[in-house]
């Protein structure tokens, strides 16, 4: 039940495209949904984040889209760029409390000039 | 921002040797930090919960008597890699909590991470 599933393991895309990365959790206590971006040797930094009141949040060219019902979330990044190439990781916790977060597995991004 | 630092970035030792790892809340109080372990091409591991003065919260599977962790102020938690083994290499995370903003878990920041290789 603390298993966030994200899809898929690795993805390439041409500059300008529209990478879509997807993740599903299964426990519904889970009410904080961040997605983070890490670089080669970094540590991840936090992207954008979300809370299940909405079902899409945007900042900048990223995206993400919620679907309660489902339990799933999407990150989608418009304008690709090749600076975007790096691993992204999807997340889930509680919003209050002890805060501990369950990561995705990650996907490896790849844009393409 | 927020900066979050851990100290070394990389370190190298013989096995059998014990490593600390610091990681600082640079520009804010953080009662609360996190540890991951993270392995190439690996999601991040929560390892434990440090909670300043308190004894840390360790993950179902993680040897606690393996990782030291000590939060001995709001702004630095250490972690201990005692007898440290080929199998300990790894990329060591912290995350820490702001104290003062607002119990929203979008507070809590991340350290660059602390490459360990044991020989």
């Known amino acids: 039940q603390q298993q966030v599933k994200q899809s898929p393991q690795s993805l390439i895309v041409q500059k300008g495209g529209i990478p879509i990365i997807n993740c599903a959790y299964e426990?519904?206590?889970?009410?904080?949904f961040p997605w983070y971006q890490q670089f080669p040797g970094k540590g991840p930094a936090l992207l954008i984040a979300?809370?299940?009141?909405?079902s899409e949040k945007k900042e900048g060219r990223f995206t993400i889209s919620f679907n309660k019902s489902a339990k799933q979330f999407s990150l989608h990044i418009m304008d690709s760029q090749p600076g975007d190439s790096a691993t992204y990781f999807c997340?889930?916790?509680?919003?209050?409390?002890?805060?501990?977060?369950?990561f995705g597995q990650g996907t490896r991004l790849t844009i393409n000039p | 921002g927020a900066v979050v630092s851990q100290h070394p970035s990389r370190v190298i030792c013989k096995s059998g040797t014990s490593v600390k790892i610091e990681c600082r809340s640079l520009?804010?109080?953080?009662?609360?930090m996190f540890w991951y372990r993270q392995f190439p091409k690996k999601s991040l591991m929560l390892m434990a919960t440090?909670?300043?003065?308190?004894?840390?919260?360790?993950e179902q599977g993680v040897e606690k008597d393996k990782f030291l962790i000590n939060h001995a102020s709001l702004t630095l938690s250490t972690l201990t890699v005692t007898s440290a083994h080929p199998e300990d290499s790894s990329f060591y995370i912290c995350?820490?909590?702001?104290?003062?903003?607002?119990?929203?878990?979008?507070?809590?920041?991340f350290g660059p991470g602390t490459r360990l290789l044991v020989l």
């Open positions: 995350s820490a909590r702001d104290l003062h903003r607002d119990t929203s878990a979008e507070t809590q920041y």
């Open positions: 426990n519904t206590a889970f009410d904080y």
């Open positions: 979300i809370r299940p009141d909405v």
């Open positions: 997340a889930a916790s509680r919003f209050q409390g002890a805060q501990k977060l369950v």
């Open positions: 520009d804010f109080q953080a009662t609360t």
């Open positions: 440090s909670n300043e003065g308190s004894k840390a919260t360790y």
